[in-house]
RNA sequence: AGGCGCGUAGCUCAGUUGGUUAGAGCGCUACCUUGACACGGUAGAGGUCGAUGGUUCGAAUCCAUUCGCGCCUACCA
């Protein structure tokens, strides 16, 4: 009775949700689990995941994030690293709030109404309903994370550690509060982050207006594109060596409109060329001019609400939305005469980066994060190589973002993430911190536990606390050591910190990766050395996935797929092969359904290869009556012992070529991992299993496997069963599922193939050397026959004899010892083997630089067979040609290194001698065929 | 405005520090259901490496200029 009776198609859907279920349920991959089965022999490996948006679902983005960062922590897991990925989620502050406040818009109420209790409970209430959304899809792509160390940032521990690190940067002053212009959404009613705005490109208008000048017939002429902050200006500048308005300076224009008088000033910040040369300056509503009007001591004036429509200052505009506003200042401003000319004009506009809205500068009292002082050692910790930034050129961007740095304005005007630990007194309005880190939990919601008792000023006891939360990104920039315990000194923190790697997108660099240096090396404990207090030793950025027009993938383009249905149709493994194979680092992916046709084929082929090797273990138990332990007698699976990798026994040709063939995979796998170039190691893996183990080892084993009666050559198929083993553990960091479904089938000592070693890349016995050599010259042999049979258009099913011959005995044995393989590969009745060259009659030829191949069979078209020799020829002759021009250069031979000298050399002899040999079967065939004249030969084709 | 990246076979892309006849996958052509696999096998066709100039014995690779895309950063109204 079959044991391993699969079916003929691989099917992951009946696999995969399996296997990761129980992956999940045996905590594989928490660390301490995985050391009872086998006891980790190198250092930690360590990676927090860039936490997912809590309410969020995966994307491509994800996947690929995943699939790179899994295939890494499997590959060092199996090589016997102590590895922790840590998972977990982001409470994602303004996205998941946008999400709610959708949600309550449905029912046709916003978070007003409700108010902030209220709005919170709903807030943890949509958390729970889809928060475990990610995890479940993390789970069923096979991401190798120890869940049980899963982590979410406002969870109690978590909240306390940014409680601590806002605390500690209050009391050293890095963080502040004041009245600045910061970046404003009039939907979200928040403050944003410069990096929360989106720049966009788009097509307005210039507009020049007149500022009559007080007392005079004069006007100024001011350009704006933004008429509507007209209403705020409280000054017009020109440049103090502008000739033209030096006379102006000091005097005031009368502001159309408001007809309010405002000064002209002088100020450097005015740049003469552009415009008229004469700026309108709007401090309450324009960042330069908020500067300018600091360093002149203006008024700024407010001209908007929150909502951006414009207010009491804007007199008979007051109740108008911004856009309804500059309309009507510009119809006003036309009827009485002071709109001087409107020119079209393209600029970039800020919008908001969760709704999109147009983000309107405002002064505001929020609180900041003073930057230079964190920046610094942040810069030096790469500028000292301490942390790897790879690709390389991002480390550039890295610099040059940080040495530009402005303050950070980290208060939020949202309901949803961490509530600033500051109370505002009543009665003095001094403010007073909190009195340690410490959380509660009330009501299921984490906030500070030590309220001060009475204000740090006047000592009055009407505190409030701070209405705003943080910034998401500040408990993000935490995330690396928070998760790990910080701020205690936990085992965790001691085992895994700093992590090894950190690998996200470039989308992030600023936002997070440079938030988290910053913060990790302020925050860790200042007697740790710097390299201890980093939080990661390298960092990864991936590239983008777009879709198959390159396109980025967008909810509003409508282009995103959905990894979990992709999934679904393909297989997770074949999908992150695919991932993995098109991740040429710095080139961003676009992902077609060809390509994921093709790695479904691969995966496809793995499955039959152990269909076929199944086969045939079932087979020889059945005829011995052993069991496949018993049948492999200890001789599998080439593992490790003892440091020295173990090798088939009673090797042939083909297992000691497939043996190195996995000595240099492995090699190559192991330096493009380490080097980030999943590209290079996926297309090692599918070459190496496709070709070299599937097309021509098994092919070659077959004879042999199959040359006694009943059951497979025991010694031919405990090889091949190694080395396919050994290949489904190359496989596995790449297509976990069908390589653990594959192997369990096989006798195993682990629990999973997780935990079993990674193929050691070594060297191979020294006798085994020439391998690889004989291998190719036999293959080159076959390839030759095979070529002759196909030009010469013999039916494929039909054998026909071959003819091998060559002038070196050694060459002429080594085909000798390959007969039988020859015989069968290139579907040949017999093989003839002969020390000499072969004639040209009575078959057809091919030259190669060491044999000639000849199959005696007359070609029905001589003319097809003379024009390919012809075409061959001329290849040859140039390929003589140019050897021979550069090496009759002495230049060439002085300066050009010696192995490239003589490896022409030896070249060029070979060139030499088929082109003797190709010239003169070729006049031989031509006067055949003079003779044979036969004239419709050569024409008709 | 500055910075980065891309332009190689019909399509999607590789090509480490310059060194054989520039590779892969898909697609295409022809033949083949041969004892795992038609999601397969065998053999093929297909590229003046965006353009120009330079360095070099030798350039897809290095340098300069140029054209066409894409992205990031920036306070020019």
């Given at each position: 009775?079959?044991q391993?009776?699969?079916?003929?198609?691989?099917?992951?859907?009946?696999?995969?949700?399996?296997?990761?279920?129980?992956w999940?349920?045996?905590?594989?991959?928490?660390?301490?689990?995985?050391?009872?089965?086998?006891?980790p022999?190198?250092p930690?490996?360590?990676?927090?995941?860039?936490?997912?948006?809590?309410t969020?679902s995966?994307?491509?983005?994800?996947?690929?994030?995943?699939?790179?960062?899994d295939?890494l922590?499997?590959?060092?897991r199996?090589q016997?690293h102590?590895?922790?990925?840590?998972?977990?989620?982001d409470h994602a502050g303004?996205?998941?709030q946008?999400?709610?406040e959708?949600?309550?818009a449905?029912?046709?109420?916003d978070?007003?109404?409700?108010?902030?209790?209220?709005?919170?409970?709903?807030?943890?209430?949509?958390?729970?309903?889809?928060?475990?959304?990610?995890k479940?899809?993390?789970i069923?792509?096979?991401?190798?994370?120890?869940?049980?160390?899963e982590?979410?940032?406002?969870?109690?521990?978590l909240?306390?550690?940014?409680l601590?690190?806002?605390?500690?940067?209050?009391h050293?002053k890095l963080?502040?509060?004041?009245?600045?212009?910061?970046n404003?959404c009039p939907?979200?009613?928040?403050?944003?982050?410069?990096l929360?705005v989106?720049?966009?490109?788009r097509?307005?208008k210039?507009?020049?207006?007149?500022?009559?000048?007080?007392?005079?017939?004069?006007?100024?002429?001011?350009?704006?594109?933004?008429?509507?902050?007209l209403?705020g200006?409280t000054?017009?500048?020109?440049?103090?060596?502008d000739e033209?308005y030096r006379k102006?300076v000091?005097?005031?224009?009368?502001?159309?409109?408001?007809k309010?008088?405002?000064?002209v000033?002088?100020?450097e910040y005015v740049?003469?060329?552009?415009?008229?040369?004469?700026?309108?300056?709007?401090?309450?509503?324009?960042?330069?001019?908020?500067?300018?009007?600091r360093?002149?001591?203006?008024?700024?004036?407010?001209?908007?609400?929150d909502?951006?429509?414009?207010?009491?200052?804007?007199g008979p505009?007051?109740?108008?939305?911004?856009?309804?506003?500059r309309?009507?200042?510009l119809?006003d401003?036309?009827?009485?005469?002071?709109?001087?000319?409107?020119?079209?004009?393209r600029h970039a506009?800020?919008?908001?980066?969760?709704?999109k809205?147009?983000v309107?500068?405002?002064?505001?009292?929020?609180?900041?994060?003073?930057?230079?002082?964190l920046?610094?050692?942040?810069?030096?910790?790469v500028?000292?190589?301490?942390?790897k930034?790879?690709?390389?050129?991002?480390?550039k961007?890295?610099?040059?973002?940080m040495?530009?740095?402005h303050?950070w304005c980290?208060?939020r005007?949202?309901?949803?993430?961490?509530r600033?630990p500051?109370?505002?007194?009543?009665d003095?309005g001094?403010l007073?911190p909190?009195?340690?880190?410490?959380?509660?939990?009330?009501n299921?919601?984490p906030?500070a536990a030590s309220?001060?008792?009475?204000?740090?000023?006047?000592?009055s006891?009407k505190?409030t606390?701070?209405?705003?939360?943080?910034?998401?990104?500040?408990?993000s920039a935490?995330?690396?050591?928070s998760t790990?315990?910080?701020?205690?000194?936990t085992?965790?923190?001691?085992?895994?910190y700093?992590t090894?790697?950190?690998?996200?997108?470039?989308d992030?660099l600023?936002?997070?990766?440079?938030r988290?240096?910053?913060?990790?090396?302020?925050l860790l404990?200042?007697?740790?050395?710097?390299?201890?207090r980093i939080?990661?030793?390298?960092?990864?950025?991936?590239a983008?996935?777009?879709?198959?027009?390159?396109q980025?993938m967008?909810?509003?383009?409508g282009?995103?797929?959905?990894?979990?249905?992709i999934?679904?149709?393909y297989?997770t493994?074949?999908?992150r092969f695919t991932?993995?194979?098109?991740a040429?680092?710095?080139?961003?992916?676009?992902?077609?359904?060809?390509?994921?046709?093709?790695y479904r084929?691969?995966?496809?082929?793995?499955?039959?290869?152990?269909?076929?090797?199944?086969m045939?273990?079932d087979k020889?138990?059945?005829?011995s009556?052993?069991?496949?332990?018993?049948?492999?007698?200890?001789?599998f699976?080439?593992e490790?012992?003892?440091?020295?990798?173990s090798w088939p026994?009673?090797?042939?040709?083909?297992d000691?070529?497939?043996?190195?063939?996995?000595?240099?995979?492995a090699r190559?796998v192991?330096?493009a991992l380490?080097?980030f170039?999943f590209h290079?190691a996926?297309?090692?893996?599918?070459?190496?299993?496709?070709?070299?183990?599937?097309d021509?080892?098994?092919?070659?084993?077959?004879?042999?496997?199959?040359s006694?009666?009943?059951?497979?050559n025991?010694?031919?198929?405990?090889?091949?069963?190694?080395?396919?083993?050994e290949?489904?553990r190359l496989?596995?960091?790449?297509?976990p599922?069908?390589t653990?479904?594959l192997?369990q089938?096989?006798?195993h000592k682990?629990?999973?193939?997780?935990?079993?070693?990674?193929?050691?890349?070594?060297?191979v016995?020294d006798q085994?050397?020439k391998?690889?050599?004989?291998?190719?010259?036999?293959?080159?042999a076959?390839?030759?026959?095979?070529?002759?049979?196909?030009?010469m258009?013999?039916?494929?099913?039909r054998?026909?004899p071959?003819?091998?011959?060559?002038?070196?005995?050694?060459?002429v044995?080594?085909?000798r010892?390959?007969?039988?393989?020859?015989?069968?590969?290139?579907?040949l009745t017999e093989l003839?083997?002969?020390?000499?060259?072969?004639?040209?009659e009575?078959?057809?030829?091919?030259?190669?630089a060491?044999?000639?191949?000849?199959?005696?069979?007359?070609?029905?078209d001589?003319?097809?067979?003379?024009k390919?020799?012809?075409r061959?020829k001329?290849k040859?002759?140039r390929?003589?040609?140019?050897a021979?021009t550069?090496?009759?250069?002495q230049q060439f031979?002085?300066?050009?290194?010696?192995?490239?000298v003589?490896?022409?050399e030896?070249?060029?002899?070979?060139?030499?001698?088929?082109?003797?040999k190709?010239?003169?079967?070729?006049?031989?065939?031509?006067?055949r065929?003079g003779?044979?004249?036969a004239?419709s030969?050569?024409?008709?084709r």
């Amino acid at each position: 009775m079959a044991q391993r009776d699969i079916p003929k198609a691989y099917e992951p859907g009946a696999i995969e949700p399996r296997w990761a279920q129980q992956w999940v349920e045996r905590k594989l991959y928490t660390p301490e689990v995985a050391a009872q089965q086998r006891a980790p022999d190198k250092p930690s490996f360590s990676l927090a995941i860039p936490p997912p948006n809590v309410t969020g679902s995966l994307h491509m983005g994800h996947m690929l994030e995943h699939t790179q960062i899994d295939i890494l922590m499997r590959w060092r897991r199996m090589q016997g690293h102590r590895v922790l990925w840590l998972p977990g989620m982001d409470h994602a502050g303004i996205a998941t709030q946008v999400v709610v406040e959708r949600e309550l818009a449905k029912q046709g109420l916003d978070r007003q109404q409700i108010g902030r209790e209220e709005f919170e409970r709903r807030v943890w209430e949509w958390k729970a309903h889809s928060g475990g959304t990610i995890k479940n899809q993390m789970i069923r792509l096979g991401a190798s994370c120890d869940w049980t160390r899963e982590r979410f940032t406002l969870e109690p521990a978590l909240y306390r550690a940014v409680l601590e690190a806002f605390l500690r940067l209050y009391h050293e002053k890095l963080i502040y509060r004041g009245r600045y212009m910061i970046n404003w959404c009039p939907r979200c009613l928040t403050a944003l982050s410069d990096l929360e705005v989106e720049h966009q490109e788009r097509d307005a208008k210039l507009y020049t207006i007149r500022y009559p000048i007080v007392g005079t017939e004069h006007s100024l002429s001011v350009a704006t594109t933004r008429l509507e902050t007209l209403l705020g200006d409280t000054a017009v500048a020109v440049h103090p060596e502008d000739e033209r308005y030096r006379k102006f300076v000091g005097q005031k224009v009368l502001l159309p409109l408001m007809k309010r008088e405002i000064p002209v000033l002088a100020d450097e910040y005015v740049d003469r060329e552009f415009g008229t040369g004469v700026v309108k300056i709007t401090p309450g509503h324009d960042p330069n001019d908020f500067e300018v009007g600091r360093r002149h001591g203006l008024a700024e004036i407010e001209v908007m609400d929150d909502a951006a429509r414009m207010n009491q200052n804007a007199g008979p505009y007051q109740g108008l939305d911004r856009f309804q506003a500059r309309k009507r200042v510009l119809a006003d401003l036309e009827s009485q005469g002071l709109l001087e000319k409107v020119e079209p004009y393209r600029h970039a506009v800020g919008l908001c980066q969760r709704c999109k809205t147009l983000v309107e500068p405002r002064v505001s009292l929020q609180w900041f994060c003073k930057m230079k002082p964190l920046a610094e050692p942040a810069i030096q910790a790469v500028r000292d190589g301490l942390i790897k930034i790879v690709p390389e050129n991002w480390e550039k961007v890295y610099l040059d973002w940080m040495e530009r740095i402005h303050d950070w304005c980290i208060s939020r005007q949202l309901w949803w993430g961490h509530r600033i630990p500051i109370w505002h007194c009543g009665d003095c309005g001094a403010l007073t911190p909190a009195r340690d880190s410490q959380v509660e939990v009330v009501n299921d919601r984490p906030q500070a536990a030590s309220p001060p008792a009475e204000c740090s000023q006047c000592g009055s006891g009407k505190l409030t606390q701070d209405a705003d939360v943080l910034d998401t990104w500040f408990s993000s920039a935490l995330w690396p050591f928070s998760t790990l315990g910080w701020p205690d000194q936990t085992p965790d923190l001691e085992a895994f910190y700093p992590t090894t790697l950190m690998i996200n997108g470039f989308d992030i660099l600023f936002f997070w990766d440079a938030r988290m240096i910053m913060m990790g090396l302020k925050l860790l404990p200042q007697d740790w050395p710097v390299e201890k207090r980093i939080p990661f030793h390298t960092l990864y950025i991936h590239a983008l996935v777009r879709d198959a027009d390159r396109q980025k993938m967008s909810k509003t383009r409508g282009n995103v797929v959905n990894p979990l249905e992709i999934t679904e149709r393909y297989g997770t493994d074949a999908v992150r092969f695919t991932l993995a194979i098109m991740a040429a680092p710095g080139t961003d992916i676009s992902l077609s359904e060809d390509r994921l046709k093709s790695y479904r084929a691969f995966a496809n082929k793995i499955w039959n290869a152990a269909r076929f090797i199944f086969m045939n273990l079932d087979k020889a138990e059945e005829a011995s009556g052993e069991s496949a332990e018993q049948i492999l007698s200890g001789k599998f699976p080439l593992e490790p012992s003892n440091g020295e990798r173990s090798w088939p026994t009673e090797p042939d040709l083909a297992d000691r070529w497939i043996c190195t063939r996995v000595m240099e995979v492995a090699r190559a796998v192991e330096e493009a991992l380490a080097g980030f170039r999943f590209h290079e190691a996926s297309h090692q893996l599918y070459h190496f299993f496709w070709h070299d183990f599937c097309d021509w080892y098994i092919e070659w084993v077959k004879p042999r496997l199959f040359s006694e009666a009943g059951q497979p050559n025991r010694v031919a198929f405990r090889n091949l069963l190694c080395v396919f083993e050994e290949s489904l553990r190359l496989l596995h960091p790449f297509m976990p599922f069908i390589t653990e479904e594959l192997w369990q089938q096989l006798p195993h000592k682990y629990e999973s193939i997780a935990l079993a070693p990674f193929p050691q890349a070594g060297k191979v016995p020294d006798q085994w050397e020439k391998a690889a050599q004989e291998m190719a010259l036999v293959q080159e042999a076959i390839v030759a026959l095979r070529n002759i049979r196909a030009e010469m258009k013999i039916d494929a099913r039909r054998r026909v004899p071959g003819e091998l011959a060559a002038t070196e005995e050694s060459v002429v044995e080594l085909f000798r010892s390959q007969q039988e393989v020859i015989v069968r590969l290139a579907s040949l009745t017999e093989l003839k083997l002969s020390p000499d060259s072969l004639p040209a009659e009575g078959g057809v030829l091919r030259h190669a630089a060491r044999f000639d191949a000849r199959v005696p069979f007359s070609p029905d078209d001589l003319a097809v067979e003379v024009k390919r020799l012809q075409r061959e020829k001329e290849k040859l002759g140039r390929q003589l040609e140019s050897a021979r021009t550069k090496l009759a250069n002495q230049q060439f031979r002085r300066k050009a290194p010696q192995e490239v000298v003589r490896g022409l050399e030896q070249r060029q002899t070979e060139y030499d001698t088929q082109y003797q040999k190709v010239s003169s079967l070729l006049s031989t065939l031509e006067h055949r065929l003079g003779t044979d004249s036969a004239p419709s030969a050569g024409e008709s084709r």
